[in-house]
């Protein structure tokens, strides 16, 4: 997956956004897709602390990842967004990517 973010001067929480685009399959594909993105996201949401707008990616292997790989590659975006809170001070949102391990 690539996870881009972009810090906001605004106080509050995180916001988290999907796009999952037809190039990842039909219908039914991208929306499995999108409730396992959203369930591995409310599991590790509290990790992200930071007033940061998050725009998540997947690719094409998300959907035959495993839950539990896919909710530790969840864990690992969302520690790096974490860390790149306040890196760089520029106005272009910074990318995160997050290569998924498979086999």
Do not use: C, W, Y
Not at 90 to 96: C, F, N, Y
């Amino acid at each position: 997956m690539t996870v881009f973010f972009l810090e906001r001067e605004v106080a509050g929480g995180p916001r988290i956004g999907l796009t999952v685009g037809k190039v990842l399959g039909g219908a039914v594909t991208r929306n499995r897709i999108k409730r396992r993105m959203r369930e591995a996201i409310r599991r590790h949401l509290l990790l992200l602390t930071a007033s940061v707008d998050v725009v998540i990616n997947p690719k094409k292997s998300a959907a035959a990842l495993e839950t539990v790989k896919l909710e530790a590659e969840m864990e690992r975006a969302f520690a790096a967004v974490q860390q790149g809170k306040g890196v760089a001070a520029s106005d272009s949102p910074r990318r995160a990517r997050v290569k998924a391990k498979s086999k």
